[in-house]
């Protein structure tokens, strides 16, 4: 039986939530705190016209939006959704859809849980039980945040605990997508010097941010060249888990069935993408943990584990793509070693400005006589005035770093939600834990890393080569 809250309507489903109606006690609406008695029953007709409210002020959201779905029972049209997408999107899309990003920026102010990730725990259950060999890859933002739906800090590094948590859900294989982060820093470097070299097009945007690059294609199309050609980490390793990784393993391909953890709901819609294939399914964390509750599993209780060897942990310069002035920093450390020959050492370069919270941060790096000045946002509403320099010939910036979350991927719209008035405090001290352990590591950049050597030797042949081109890097256009 369903009950509707007269004042809001929100819905009380009795079999969704575990108990009869009639034997709560002391039970207030959770969306607008009316009490019990201003509930009513209904049926499911009145609730199909309940779910067709006309919705005023809230964001609408179509039924084939790859990333956010949306409970219209819990809706009471706040209009935060909207607010949010405004301020941190710089977006007011109205009626036309198709333009919102499916970044998930909403879920996380959302007051009521109406928004939530597109589910993908289902088709993941399904590809299990029909004894599909269940491989994921896990990246690097999440085992900074993945202890706070069970009581950690924020910033505590979790990533032992998360691997075993994995393996008691059912995948046999579990890989870091820092991995794929190293080897989108071994493309990417690889073709900015080309760039910059060849007097290629300039500046550079990064694109491993699938919020941002839907922005680029829908909103500033003529600039498309200017993005690199890399796929993200995520499309990275589920291309190389298919032909690299399977082969190895000796799993057909066919048996395979690949999952992404991520912070990010708009890799939901990455994955829909028919030039990014690899990744079967994508998980945030806000979905890990429901599906952890499910299965009344005790997260303390996990043991720790480690990845899986082949396409084993990335370096330093992987962990922190998950925050904002990652990539960036992490393309210069591997830059540096292709135009001079020389290993990476901190003293070489200075990252301090890149590092931060200010939305819009630059520095300008000297390799080898030649300045190489880099720009780095966080927020998408904060890039409009360099995209229109660049549109109009004026950039003073070579390299470009574009993150839609503010704080990077550690603000991901799958991410837990932080308490009121924490965002700033939360997405820093899980910057600070990436950072640490970037700090702990040896491996500190990408062509450092052995399993990434041995990926080339044995299969890519070089950073830029063809093969590499066909696996790792892909293509855009137009939107709307």
């Given at each position: 039986?369903?009950?509707?809250?007269?004042?809001?309507?929100?819905?009380?489903?009795?079999?969704?939530?575990?108990?009869?109606?009639?034997?709560?006690?002391?039970?207030?609406?959770?969306?607008?705190?009316?009490?019990?008695?201003?509930?009513?029953?209904?049926?499911?007709?009145?609730?199909?016209?309940?779910?067709?409210?006309?919705?005023?002020?809230?964001?609408?959201?179509?039924?084939?939006?790859?990333?956010?779905?949306?409970?219209?029972?819990?809706?009471?049209?706040?209009?935060?959704?909207?607010?949010?997408?405004?301020?941190?999107?710089?977006?007011?899309?109205?009626e036309d859809t198709s333009k919102c990003l499916e970044c998930g920026q909403c879920i996380?102010?959302?007051?009521?849980?109406?928004?939530?990730?597109?589910?993908?725990?289902?088709?993941?259950?399904?590809?299990?039980?029909?004894?599909?060999?269940?491989?994921?890859?896990?990246?690097?933002?999440?085992?900074?945040?993945?202890?706070?739906?069970?009581?950690?800090?924020?910033?505590?590094?979790?990533?032992?605990?998360?691997?075993?948590l994995l393996r008691k859900l059912g995948f046999q294989y579990v890989l870091d997508t820092?991995?794929?982060?190293?080897?989108?820093?071994?493309?990417?470097?690889?073709?900015?010097?080309?760039?910059?070299e060849n007097n290629g097009v300039l500046p550079m945007f990064t694109s491993c941010c699938?919020?941002?690059?839907?922005?680029?294609?829908?909103?500033?199309?003529?600039?498309?060249?200017?993005?690199?050609?890399?796929?993200?980490?995520?499309?990275?390793?589920?291309?190389?888990?298919?032909?690299?990784?399977?082969?190895?393993?000796?799993?057909?391909?066919?048996?395979?069935?690949?999952?992404?953890?991520?912070?990010?709901?708009?890799?939901?819609?990455?994955?829909?993408?028919?030039?990014?294939?690899?990744?079967?399914?994508?998980?945030?964390?806000?979905?890990?943990?429901?599906?952890?509750?499910?299965?009344?599993?005790?997260?303390?209780?996990?043991?720790?584990?480690?990845?899986?060897?082949?396409?084993?942990?990335?370096?330093?310069?992987?962990?922190?793509?998950?925050?904002?002035?990652?990539?960036?920093?992490?393309?210069?450390?591997?830059?540096?070693?292709?135009?001079?020959?020389?290993?990476?050492?901190?003293?070489?370069?200075?990252?301090?400005?890149?590092?931060?919270?200010?939305?819009?941060?630059?520095?300008?790096?000297?390799?080898?006589?030649?300045?190489?000045?880099?720009?780095?946002?966080?927020?998408?509403?904060?890039?409009?005035?360099?995209?229109?320099?660049?549109?109009?010939?004026?950039?003073?910036?070579?390299?470009?770093?574009?993150?839609?979350?503010?704080?990077?991927?550690?603000?991901?719209?799958?991410?837990?939600?932080?308490?009121?008035?924490?965002?700033?405090?939360?997405?820093?001290?899980?910057?600070?834990?990436?950072?640490?352990?970037?700090?702990?590591?040896?491996?500190?950049?990408?062509?450092?890393?052995?399993?990434?050597?041995?990926?080339?030797?044995?299969?890519?042949?070089?950073?830029?080569?063809?093969?590499?081109?066909?696996?790792?890097?892909?293509?855009?256009?137009?939107?709307?």
């Amino acid at each position: 039986m369903k009950y509707r809250c007269k004042m809001c309507d929100y819905i009380y489903d009795e079999e969704e939530m575990g108990k009869e109606f009639s034997l709560l006690e002391d039970f207030d609406c959770p969306m607008c705190h009316a009490p019990k008695n201003l509930f009513v029953a209904i049926n499911e007709e009145e609730e199909l016209e309940t779910s067709k409210r006309i919705f005023k002020k809230a964001i609408l959201f179509s039924d084939d939006n790859k990333g956010v779905e949306k409970d219209d029972a819990k809706c009471i049209d706040c209009g935060i959704c909207k607010a949010t997408c405004i301020s941190k999107c710089g977006l007011n899309f109205g009626e036309d859809t198709s333009k919102c990003l499916e970044c998930g920026q909403c879920i996380i102010t959302c007051p009521t849980n109406a928004l939530r990730p597109k589910r993908h725990i289902e088709r993941v259950k399904k590809a299990m039980s029909e004894g599909k060999t269940m491989v994921c890859y896990t990246s690097p933002a999440i085992r900074v945040s993945i202890g706070e739906v069970f009581g950690y800090a924020p910033g505590t590094f979790l990533q032992g605990k998360l691997i075993g948590l994995l393996r008691k859900l059912g995948f046999q294989y579990v890989l870091d997508t820092t991995f794929g982060a190293d080897l989108t820093i071994m493309e990417e470097a690889t073709e900015l010097k080309e760039r910059l070299e060849n007097n290629g097009v300039l500046p550079m945007f990064t694109s491993c941010c699938p919020a941002w690059v839907k922005y680029a294609e829908t909103y500033y199309s003529d600039l498309l060249p200017h993005l690199s050609t890399c796929k993200s980490p995520i499309g990275m390793e589920g291309e190389i888990v298919k032909h690299y990784f399977s082969k190895k393993m000796n799993i057909l391909e066919d048996e395979l069935f690949t999952v992404a953890i991520t912070p990010c709901t708009a890799k939901k819609f990455e994955l829909q993408r028919e030039e990014i294939p690899g990744t079967d399914a994508v998980i945030t964390v806000s979905e890990l943990a429901d599906w952890v509750k499910e299965e009344q599993l005790s997260f303390d209780d996990i043991e720790e584990s480690q990845f899986d060897s082949l396409l084993g942990e990335g370096s330093g310069a992987g962990v922190i793509f998950g925050n904002t002035g990652g990539v960036a920093e992490a393309a210069l450390r591997s830059l540096y070693y292709f135009m001079t020959g020389e290993d990476y050492q901190e003293s070489h370069l200075n990252f301090s400005s890149v590092r931060g919270y200010d939305n819009v941060k630059e520095a300008t790096i000297t390799i080898e006589g030649r300045d190489i000045k880099v720009a780095i946002v966080h927020k998408i509403s904060a890039i409009k005035d360099i995209l229109e320099d660049v549109k109009n010939g004026v950039s003073p910036y070579q390299f470009i770093e574009v993150m839609n979350c503010q704080g990077g991927c550690v603000g991901g719209g799958g991410q837990p939600k932080y308490p009121e008035g924490m965002e700033k405090i939360t997405k820093e001290k899980r910057i600070e834990g990436l950072y640490q352990r970037d700090k702990e590591t040896t491996v500190k950049a990408a062509y450092q890393n052995p399993d990434i050597q041995r990926l080339y030797d044995e299969f890519l042949t070089s950073p830029g080569s063809e093969l590499a081109h066909h696996y790792l890097h892909t293509s855009y256009h137009k939107r709307g």
